[in-house]
Nanobody, 126 residues
């Protein structure tokens, strides 16, 4: 049973930073792709960032490029972070950690995702 547990969400002012964490368990994730999606109220769930565990490749949505960074914890296995800087009110959403058995060189759709976390709320005030 795969489990993805997010933490680190909260309330922050515009221009501020937050770091989300995702602890994965239940499988050996060395061949998986990890990522983050988000869903704002009234909007569809959208891809934010992805990370290829084996090759170290990354992929970002255009809306977060240069502001968000996805990375792994070299000391802790199966832990992935999303560092979010220069946050904007439009970044307000529930953020979900994801895991996929295959890496894609394009932004995956929600239907492509194999495993989901429960989500963590990020609210950016203006």
């Amino acid at each position: 049973q795969v489990q993805l547990v997010e933490s680190g969400g909260g309330l922050v002012q515009a221009g501020g930073s937050l770091r989300l964490s995702c602890a994965a368990s239940g499988r050996t994730f060395s061949r998986y792709a990890m990522g983050w999606f988000r869903q704002a109220p009234g909007k569809e769930r959208e891809f934010v960032a992805g990370f290829s565990w084996s090759g170290g490749r990354t992929l970002y949505a255009d809306s977060v490029k240069g502001r968000f960074t996805i990375s792994r914890d070299n000391a802790k296995t199966n832990t992935v972070y999303l560092q979010m800087n220069s946050l904007k009110p439009e970044d307000t959403a529930v953020y979900y950690c994801t895991a996929d058995v295959a890496w894609r060189d394009y932004a995956p759709r929600p239907d492509d995702v194999d495993y989901w976390g429960q989500g963590t709320q990020v609210t950016v005030s203006s």
